[in-house]
């Protein structure tokens, strides 16, 4: 691990590290990437500890239970490993694939206006992208209300073809096929 001051300004957090595992300085890893272990794709990791930012380098990783765990170069035992509880994983968003045409990082979305449709078919602010999480069936947008939306409601929108009409990342801006009293 080594203490850095370049942490890069398009970072996108990609998991956390969760707890210690064995003796031997190992992990839990939470990784946000699918599949799960796309997260040891994306190196160096940057992590913010108590004692500021660090670059670490992944020197193993495995798949344990319905979980990852890994080994970082410099931590060898439980309390080197416990002081990292809890640190979240960064990368430079540019170590990231360029996403395909009509695919979006959930990082991209958040905070997006959502404009959907009132009764009379007008074009509302129905409020801001605050979180986006899996269902079995579809994605699910949480859109809260801000000072500009329709009312103070949050709504659940389904991330489907049928009500995600467009995604302009530009203005910054999602057109649904979603009523205000849906």
Do not use: C
């Not at 040891?40 to 979980?67: C, M, N, S």
């Not at 009764?119 to 859109?143: K, P, S, W």
């Amino acid at each position: 691990m080594t203490p850095t001051q370049n942490v890069p300004e398009d970072r996108i957090q990609i998991g956390q590290l969760r707890s210690a595992y064995g003796l031997n300085g190992w992990l839990w890893v939470y990784s946000n990437t699918e599949p799960m272990s796309n997260i040891f794709d994306y190196l160096p990791w940057y992590i913010e500890t108590k004692a500021g930012w660090q670059i670490v380098d992944v020197k193993r990783w495995k798949p344990h239970g319905k979980g990852l765990v890994v080994a970082l170069k410099g931590v060898s035992d439980r309390t080197a490993a416990d002081n990292l509880v809890g640190a979240n994983i960064w990368i430079s968003k540019a170590q990231l694939p360029k996403a395909d045409v009509d695919e979006f990082y959930w990082s991209d979305l958040k905070g997006l206006t959502v404009l959907g449709l009132n009764e009379d078919e007008q074009e509302v602010n129905l409020g801001q992208i605050h979180e986006l999480f899996e269902t079995g069936a579809n994605d699910v947008m949480v859109v809260r209300a801000t000072s500009d939306s329709i009312d103070g409601e949050e709504r659940m929108i389904p991330w489907h073809k049928d009500v995600v009409q467009r995604v302009d990342l530009e203005a910054g801006r999602i057109y649904v096929n979603w009523g205000v009293d849906y």
